[in-house]
C-alpha cells in the first residue's frame, strides 16, 4: 500500500460524519419498504437482461439512437475520447457566443473534468444540483454518487455559502436550501445553454430520460435556448418498455423512495419561451465504454444504473467514504468504473480496499458481482505488476503445509514473551497496530494432525474427510477435536488426509489465481482418497473454496482434468453445521435431555452467508443444541478479518470490528458463535482486548457435549 | 383507484388531494386557495395559468379581473414571479401518487417548475395503475417532453436532512374533478 492511500485512509477514519449520516438513515431498511410488494430478484433480472444485451450491441444502438433522435430533430454527435466530447462543447459555446452554462448533474462531464476544461476558455458552467454546486464551491470531487457532499457538515456548507454570497449564512439545512434557491434561479434565466446527463437513452425513440428530485433537470432543459445532454453510452437501451424497470428501481435502491419528484423523457427539442425551438445537442460518449463491453468479464459492470446501493452497504466505504475508496465514480463499482475510465494504474491501490463480504452483491439492481469484479481487477494487476515479494513469500509458504508447520513451531517458541491466557495482547512496535482493538491469537502448541491421532474413534461404515484449513489445523486445533466428537456421536468416523494443505482463498484473494489452482489441484486426491460420504468442513471460507470456486479456479487455469475431482468435492462437501442440522433432523443426533439454556448471539461470516449460502442451519442446531438465540444488529455484516485484509487494511478491519464488538455486547449474549475460525479469531481477540465476558466459540465446541 | 391514488400522492410529503364533483366546485377551491395565498397583482404574487381543458367554457377575462395577479398568458417573467402555477395533468398513477403530463408547450412548464405552489388539475377518471399502464397511453413518438411529477421538489444533499423546494414548488396541490366533461 502507497503511503499517500494509508493517510488518506487515517484521515478519513477521523471524520466520521459520513457514517452517521447513512447510520441515522437506516438504508436496508428503508430500501426494503420502498420495494415493499415488488419482486427485486424479477426486477433486477429484467435489468440484468436489458442493460446487458444493450452492452452486447452497444454500436447498433448508439446508431439507432442517432438515427431515431435526428429524426426528431435533435443533433447527436458520437465521441470516442474525452477530448472529443470537450473541442465539441467548446466549439459549439464558441460558435454560439456561449459564456454561462447551467447544469444538471451528469457524472460524464465530472469523468471528464469539463467544468475546468471550460473555464480555461472562458466560459462558466454552475452545478444546480445541490450537491453538486457545494462540491463545486468546495473544489472537491465527489464523495457520494447520488449525495456528492455527504461528507460535508452543515457547518461547512454555510462557510462555503457565506463566502459565496459575501453574507453570513446560518447552519440551518432548510435556510441553507433556501439560500441555495435564490442563488441559483437568477442563474438559470441568464445562462446561454443548459447541460444535463442522462438516466437512460432510449434508441428506439431518440429519447433521453432525466430523474431528478430537485426538478433543476427541469429548469435547465427548459429556460436556455441551447441544451446540451452528454450520455455515456451504458445509457443505451433498445427500447420504450425497457425504461420501466429502470425508472422503478433506481430510486427505490438510490433513495428508499418510490419514484422520484420528476422524471422527464425528452425526445427532439421543444419550443424556447420566445417561441423558437429549442437546439438539442446530444454527444454520445464513448471513453473505453465500448472495450469495456467487448471484455467478457467487465462487459457485466454496464449494467450499473448509478444508484450507489453499493456503496450504502458498503461496511468499507462507509469508514472511507468516495474520497479514499473510488475517484469521482465511487465505493465498489466506482473502483471498477475508475479502473476503465481512468486507465488501470489509479486502481492499482483503492481495489485493495474491498474487503470481499459481498454485501454489495445481494442487493445491485443491475445484478452485478461487484466483488468479483474487483477481485478480477487485482488478478490483472497482480499478474501485470506481480505480487510484493513478501505477500508471494507467505502465500507459497501456506502451500506447503510441512514448511508452513515448521515456521509456525518456530513462531510458538518466538511468540511466547507475548502470550498471557492463550492471546497476544500486545505486539512491539511497528506491528502495534494490528492489537489496537484486539487481541492476537497464539500458534497451538499441538498442531491438529497431531491432536487427531491421538483421538479414539468408533469404526464405521459411514466416513467423513475432515478438512481443517490453516486456522484450524494451527490456531484452534480445539474445534478440530470438537467436530469429530459431533459426527462420531452420530455414528460417522472421520478421516483426516494427511497431504492436505491450504485451500488456496488467500491466494484467491490476493489476485494470484494460478497459485490458488496449485493449492486446489494439491488437495483433490487426498480428499477423495477413502471412500467417504462427506468432506467436512468447519471453516465458512475453506468451504466457499470447496463447494464453489475449486471447478471454476482449475477451468480457468486450464487445469480441466483435474475439474471432475473438483465437482466431485464440491458435491460431497459440507460445512459442519449444515451436516450436523441434517443428522438431528434425520435423528441421528439426540440433543441430551434436561439441557441448560444458554444464550447466544450467531455472526454471519461473508463467506457462510453470502458465498455458500448457509445461515438457517447452524441457528436452528444451536437451537436444538440448548442455545437460545439473542441476534445482534447487523449480524450479518463483516467483521473486519477479510483473511490479508486486516493486515493489509489494519485501521479500516479495527474499526469494522469496533462497530461489530457494540453489536455483540448490546445483544446481553453469553456466547458469539461464527463458523469461520477467522472470524473467531477476529470477534475473540476484540472481546478479550476490551475485557468482555462474552466468549467467541466455533458451532462444534458450543455443540461438543451436547448430544446423547 | 382514487384512494389508492390520493394515499401515495400524500405520502410524498407536502402534497393535498382534493376531490370534487363538477368543475365549478373545483373552480370555487381554487379561487378560495388564490384568496387564501394572497395572489395579487404583484411581483412574487402573481398565479399563472397555463392552458387547460379545463378552462374551456370559463370566461378567463372576467377571472382574471375577479381575481388581480392571476395570469392567463404563461411568460418567462411571469412564471419567474409567480407563487402560484397552475395546469392541467393529463394522467395519474395510482399506485406512487404520480402525475403525468405531455409538457411539449413550454408554458406548462415555466408553471410547474418556477412556482411556490403548483396546482394540478386532474380528471379523476384519468387515475391508472401504474408506470406500465401509463407507458402504453404516452409516448415519445408522439411527445417531445413528457414530465412526470411526484410530490413537490426536494433534496436531502445536506447531511441527507429533507429539506422541501430546493428549485421547484414546496407543495403540490391536486385538483380531482370527477365530472368528466369540460376536463377533456
Redesign the interface.
Known amino acids: 500500500m502507497k503511503k499517500e492511500l494509508a493517510q488518506s485512509i487515517h484521515e478519513a477514519l477521523e471524520r466520521q460524519?459520513l457514517a452517521g449520516?447513512l447510520d441515522?438513515?437506516n438504508y436496508p431498511a428503508t430500501r426494503a419498504k420502498a420495494y415493499e410488494g415488488i419482486d427485486f430478484e424479477a426486477i433486477r433480472n429484467r435489468i440484468a437482461e436489458i442493460k446487458g444485451s444493450a452492452a452486447e450491441h452497444l454500436e447498433e444502438l448508439a446508431e439507432k439512437f442517432k438515427k431515431s433522435a435526428e429524426a426528431?430533430g435533435a443533433k447527436v454527435f458520437r465521441a470516442n475520447s474525452p477530448e472529443a466530447v470537450k473541442d465539441y462543447i467548446t466549439n459549439l459555446c464558441k460558435e454560439k457566443g456561449v459564456k454561462k452554462i447551467v447544469k444538471s448533474k451528469s457524472m460524464a462531464s465530472e469523468e471528464i473534468h469539463l467544468n475546468k476544461h471550460l473555464a480555461k476558455h472562458g466560459i462558466q458552467a454552475d452545478e444546480?444540483?445541490?450537491?453538486e454546486w457545494?462540491i463545486q464551491l468546495a473544489h472537491q470531487t465527489p464523495s457520494h454518487m447520488v449525495?456528492?457532499?455527504?461528507h460535508?457538515?452543515?457547518e461547512e456548507?454555510a462557510d462555503l455559502f457565506s463566502k459565496e454570497t459575501h453574507q453570513q449564512q446560518s447552519t440551518d439545512?432548510?435556510q441553507?436550501?433556501?439560500v441555495?434557491?435564490k442563488e441559483?434561479?437568477g442563474k438559470y434565466?441568464d445562462a446561454d445553454m443548459g447541460m444535463s446527463g442522462a438516466n437512460i437513452a432510449?434508441a428506439e425513440?431518440?429519447?433521453l430520460v432525466i430523474c431528478t428530485?430537485?426538478?433543476?433537470a427541469?429548469?435547465v432543459t427548459?429556460?436556455p435556448k441551447i441544451h446540451v445532454a452528454l450520455v455515456g453510452l451504458e445509457k443505451l437501451v433498445a427500447n420504450?418498455?425497457d425504461?420501466?424497470p429502470i425508472?422503478?428501481a433506481l430510486p427505490k435502491s438510490a433513495?428508499s423512495q418510490?419514484?422520484?419528484?420528476?422524471?422527464?423523457?425528452?425526445?427532439?427539442?421543444?419550443?424556447?419561451?420566445d417561441g423558437s425551438l429549442k437546439e438539442l445537442h446530444i454527444v454520445l460518449m464513448d471513453n473505453k465504454r465500448t472495450a469495456m463491453a467487448k471484455d467478457p468479464q467487465f462487459k457485466e459492470a454496464l449494467q450499473c444504473i448509478r444508484c450507489a446501493s453499493c456503496l450504502n452497504v458498503c461496511p468499507v466505504y462507509r469508514l472511507v467514504t468516495g474520497h479514499v475508496f473510488g475517484h469521482i465514480y465511487t465505493g465498489g463499482i466506482g473502483t471498477i468504473l475508475t479502473a476503465w475510465f481512468n486507465e488501470m494504474e489509479t486502481t492499482g491501490d483503492i481495489q485493495g480496499l474491498c474487503i470481499g463480504c459481498g454485501k454489495c452483491k445481494e442487493i445491485c439492481p443491475g445484478k452485478i458481482d461487484i466483488p468479483a469484479l474487483i477481485l478480477e481487477l487485482r488478478r490483472r494487476v497482480a499478474s501485470k505488476e506481480g505480487l510484493p515479494f513478501i505477500y508471494k513469500t507467505a502465500l507459497s509458504v501456506i502451500n506447503n503445509r510441512k514448511l508452513f508447520h515448521a515456521m509456525l513451531r518456530a513462531a510458538f517458541i518466538a511468540q511466547k514473551p507475548f502470550v498471557k491466557e492463550g492471546f497476544i495482547r500486545h505486539l512491539p512496535m511497528f506491528l502495534s497496530n494490528l492489537s489496537e482493538y484486539r487481541s492476537l491469537p497464539t500458534i497451538a502448541p499441538v498442531p491438529f494432525r497431531d491432536v487427531f491421532k491421538k483421538i479414539k474413534q468408533p469404526q464405521s461404515k459411514t466416513k467423513a474427510s475432515f478438512f481443517a484449513g490453516c486456522a484450524i489445523e494451527f490456531v484452534n486445533p480445539g474445534i478440530g477435536a470438537a467436530i469429530v466428537k459431533v459426527l462420531n456421536k452420530a455414528g460417522i468416523e472421520v478421516v483426516f488426509p494427511e497431504n492436505q494443505s491450504c485451500c488456496g482463498i488467500p491466494h484467491w484473494g490476493s489476485g494470484s489465481f494460478d497459485m490458488a489452482a496449485a493449492a486446489a489441484a494439491h488437495n483433490i486426491k487426498p480428499l477423495l482418497a477413502d471412500d467417504v460420504e462427506y468432506v467436512v468442513v468447519g471453516c465458512a471460507t475453506c468451504a466457499t473454496a470447496l463447494k464453489k470456486e475449486w471447478p471454476h479456479l482449475l477451468k480457468d487455469q486450464n487445469m480441466d482434468s483435474l475439474v471432475p475431482g473438483a465437482k466431485k468435492v464440491a458435491a460431497k462437501t459440507v460445512m459442519f453445521s449444515e451436516l450436523v442440522n441434517k443428522l438431528i433432523e434425520e435423528k441421528k443426533l439426540t440433543p441430551k435431555d434436561g439441557l441448560k439454556l444458554q444464550t447466544l448471539t450467531y455472526h454471519d461470516s461473508c463467506h457462510a452467508k453470502r458465498h455458500v449460502g448457509i445461515d438457517k442451519e447452524p441457528r436452528a442446531a444451536l437451537a436444538a443444541a440448548g442455545y437460545e438465540l439473542k441476534e445482534m444488529f447487523e449480524c450479518d455484516t463483516c467483521c473486519g478479518m477479510g483473511g490479508s485484509y486486516t493486515v493489509k487494511q489494519p485501521e479500516i478491519s479495527m474499526q469494522m470490528l469496533k462497530r461489530k464488538l457494540k453489536n455483540i455486547e448490546d445483544t446481553g449474549a453469553e456466547y458469539v458463535s461464527a463458523e469461520c475460525p477467522g472470524c473467531l479469531i477476529q470477534l475473540g481477540g476484540g472481546l478479550h482486548k476490551s475485557g468482555s465476558k462474552i466468549k467467541a466459540k466455533h458451532p462444534a465446541e458450543l455443540m461438543e457435549d451436547k448430544f446423547k | 383507484m382514487f384512494d389508492k391514488f390520493k394515499a401515495?400522492a400524500e405520502a410524498?410529503g407536502n402534497t393535498e388531494v382534493q376531490r370534487f364533483g363538477a368543475k365549478a366546485e373545483a373552480l370555487i377551491f381554487i379561487e378560495g386557495l388564490l384568496k387564501k395565498e394572497e395572489i395579487k397583482d404583484t411581483p412574487g404574487f402573481y398565479a399563472v395559468w397555463a392552458d387547460s381543458p379545463f378552462l374551456k367554457g370559463i370566461d378567463t377575462k372576467e377571472l382574471a379581473a375577479k381575481v388581480p395577479g392571476l395570469k392567463f398568458e404563461v411568460?418567462?417573467e411571469l412564471a419567474?414571479n409567480a407563487k402560484i402555477g397552475i395546469t392541467q395533468m393529463e394522467w395519474g398513477l395510482a399506485?406512487?401518487g404520480?402525475l403525468a403530463q405531455d409538457?411539449?408547450?413550454?408554458e406548462q412548464?415555466?408553471a410547474s417548475?418556477?412556482s411556490w405552489i403548483h396546482v394540478a388539475l386532474l380528471s379523476t377518471d384519468k387515475i391508472v395503475a401504474d408506470?406500465?399502464a401509463l407507458?402504453t397511453r404516452m409516448?415519445?413518438?408522439t411527445?417531445?417532453?413528457?414530465?412526470?411529477?411526484?410530490?413537490?421538489?426536494?433534496?436531502?444533499?445536506?447531511?441527507?436532512?429533507l429539506?422541501i423546494?430546493?428549485?421547484?414548488?414546496e407543495q403540490l396541490v391536486i385538483v380531482c374533478v370527477d365530472e368528466s366533461g369540460g376536463m377533456n
Open positions: 460524519n449520516i441515522r438513515w426528431r444546480t444540483d445541490l450537491g457545494i449525495m456528492p457532499a455527504l460535508l457538515t452543515k456548507v439545512i432548510q441553507l436550501v433556501k441555495a434557491r441559483l434561479r434565466f432510449i425513440t431518440g429519447t428530485n430537485e426538478g433543476n427541469r429548469l427548459t429556460l420504450y418498455a425504461a420501466e425508472i422503478t433513495t418510490l419514484i422520484t419528484s420528476y422524471v422527464s423523457f425528452i425526445t427532439g427539442p421543444s419550443p424556447n419561451t | 401515495a410524498a411568460t418567462r419567474k399506485n406512487m404520480t409538457s411539449t408547450a413550454v412548464r415555466l417548475a418556477l408506470l406500465p407507458m409516448h415519445p413518438g411527445s417531445n417532453y413528457i414530465a412526470l411529477i411526484t410530490g413537490p421538489s426536494k433534496t436531502a444533499d445536506i447531511e441527507r436532512v429539506a423546494g430546493v428549485h421547484g414548488p
